[in-house]
């Protein structure tokens, strides 16, 4: 069955720092979303993307976010200076088009020291 | 603005059944039900699009009501696979390029 996969599953980063965090969606795919989940807490809007630009972005995908595609099946989230606030579980997902099922990955957990 | 899911948490006995809702004071184009285990990822139930129409997937339902901006997710003769948490996302535009997410249903069924 495909799956959307995320790597690293686990990064520790130093404040301050670059992240990236990559994605591979579903190959027949074409709507692919960030997602974020602080321990406990509910499922929070990143940012969608779609056609090789973001459709939505929420209040928290300020200046330090940023998405890529960079090829043909990578999707990737960076953020350019992390804060202790950014550690949390980051998802990406993906589906075939609006109002179709969602394909959450496993999630990479970021934690910021 | 988030919708307001309703209870917080429930715990059942197996063969028992749950009613999970889930309320937005906005206008909603559809409702997104997810079900989420400790420690995984999200996974998808069903979505629910305006116009009231209810959706079953074995013995888990659910109905949005267009009128009161309300669904309910019907969970009957639970099993002890059906616990974790459950979220609704609502989607106000009709693309569903933004889900926003209520803040869970914690399901736990028992023996």
């Known amino acids: 069955e495909p799956e959307v996969t995320q790597t690293p599953s686990h990064q520790v980063t130093q404040m301050g720092q670059e992240v990236i965090l990559r994605c591979v969606p579903i190959?027949?795919?074409?709507?692919f979303y960030w997602y974020r989940q602080i321990l406990g807490q509910k499922v929070e809007f990143l940012v969608s993307?779609?056609?090789?630009?973001?459709?939505?972005k929420s209040e928290i995908f300020d200046d330090q976010f940023s998405v890529e595609r960079p090829d043909g099946s990578n999707f990737t989230l960076k953020i350019r200076s992390t804060k202790l606030e950014d550690s949390a579980m980051y998802f990406c997902?993906?589906?075939?088009?609006?109002?179709?099922?969602?394909?959450f990955g496993q999630g990479t957990r970021l934690t910021v020291v | 603005q988030q919708p307001v899911q309703s209870p917080q948490a429930v715990i059942l006995r197996e063969g028992e059944d749950a009613v999970i809702n889930c309320s937005s004071s906005?206008?909603?184009?559809?409702v997104h039900w997810y079900r989420q285990k400790h420690g995984e990822a999200p996974v998808f139930l069903m979505i629910?699009?305006?116009?009231?129409e209810q959706k079953g997937h074995e013995k888990i339902s659910a109905s949005f009501n267009e009128k009161k901006q309300q669904s309910s997710l019907y969970l009957t003769a639970s099993q002890l696979s059906y616990s974790g948490t459950y979220f609704c996302?609502?989607?106000?535009?009709?693309?569903?390029?933004?889900?926003?997410f209520g803040t869970g249903t914690r399901l736990q069924v028992m023996l």
């Open positions: 997902a993906s589906n075939r088009g609006p109002n179709t099922e969602a394909f």
């Open positions: 190959s027949n795919h074409l709507y």
């Open positions: 993307f779609y056609n090789n630009e973001i459709s939505e």
């Open positions: 906005k206008a909603l184009y559809s």
């Open positions: 629910l699009l305006k116009g009231g």
């Open positions: 996302g609502t989607d106000r535009t009709g693309t569903a390029s933004k889900l926003t």
